[in-house]
């Protein structure tokens, strides 16, 4: 017990360490400036620098007298920003674009080459429900979902390079899997075009999935949602139109985030000018009546 409230009081001080530099910026705070907040030994706060360095937590200030944050504070950030903030956000849009279709919503971030669902929101009817739920924390491969192939297509091409360099990641998992890199980086040249991305049961036999990225300031995919359901009443007209939805409702998180748009900007149409009627008169002939 007693070496239980050692390692917590030893944790509560380091991220109370961590919060004081927070609140002095890039000036930072020596050891004894610390020691002195914490009213801690000089020696324990000594050590807890130790760690928190070699961890990528906190640095030597420039000048070496002091110590301030360092990179892995800004991954925790954007790690925030990018993830559990984007699913705030989404959240009630994924709600009412469940309510409006039918359909379950779901949201996954990219992981390298795989999805990772972060947030679902099921369909007030039934009739998709137990055959489309995805649980969260879950994992499927990015290049056969409508998720995963949604945020694939704004990433560079190199990018997409490096990550399917074997042909071993794209296996096959239904007989509409996409297998080969070419016929991949054609698909992603399409969902770029249309901005959305359709799993025509390339990853369940008998489910059609349609997704969108959700993308950020820089253009680069914070996470994609989707809508799922069963293949059977899932016409192409259908397709098309829950496309077009899916692709409004991500934007419309895309832009409260600040983010890009992933749908094409459509060019107004010019007016036609509209022609003069040309008027034949008629040439009067002397004489006639």
Not at 3 to 27: K, P, S
Not at 224 to 242: C, D, F, K, N, Q
């Amino acid at each position: 017990m007693g070496e239980e409230r050692a390692i917590a009081r030893t944790a509560g001080r380091a991220l109370d360490l961590l919060m004081f530099l927070v609140e002095q910026g890039q000036n930072g705070l020596t050891a004894r400036e610390l020691a002195q907040k914490l009213g801690a030994p000089r020696t324990s706060v000594a050590d807890l620098l130790k760690v928190l360095e070699g961890r990528g937590f906190v640095a030597p200030t420039a000048e070496g007298h002091g110590w301030r944050l360092d990179f892995r504070v800004a991954q925790l950030g954007n790690a925030y920003l990018h993830e559990f903030s984007v699913r705030e956000v989404g959240r009630a849009a994924m709600r009412e674009l469940s309510r409006r279709t039918g359909l379950t919503t779901q949201m996954a971030v990219l992981d390298h080459t795989d999805i990772v669902y972060i947030e679902r929101q099921d369909a007030s009817r039934r009739r998709s429900e137990p055959h489309v739920v995805t649980d969260v924390g879950s994992r499927l491969p990015a290049y056969c979902t409508s998720l995963g192939k949604a945020m694939l297509a704004f990433l560079p091409d190199d990018e997409i390079d490096r990550l399917y360099d074997s042909p071993a990641e794209l296996a096959s998992r239904t007989r509409n899997t996409i297998t080969t890199l070419a016929r991949l980086k054609s698909e992603l040249a399409a969902i770029r075009r249309r901005g959305y991305a359709v799993d025509q049961e390339e990853t369940t036999e008998g489910i059609v999935c349609i997704g969108s990225p959700i993308l950020g300031a820089d253009g680069r995919p914070e996470a994609a949602i989707s809508l799922a359901g069963l293949s059977a009443g899932m016409p192409v007209a259908t397709i098309e139109s829950l496309g077009r939805t899916v692709a409004r409702t991500a934007s419309q998180v895309s832009g409260t985030r600040g983010g890009s748009r992933a749908i094409p900007k459509v060019k107004a149409a010019k007016p036609r000018l509209r022609r003069r009627p040309v008027v034949h008169r008629r040439r009067r002939v002397r004489g006639a009546a």
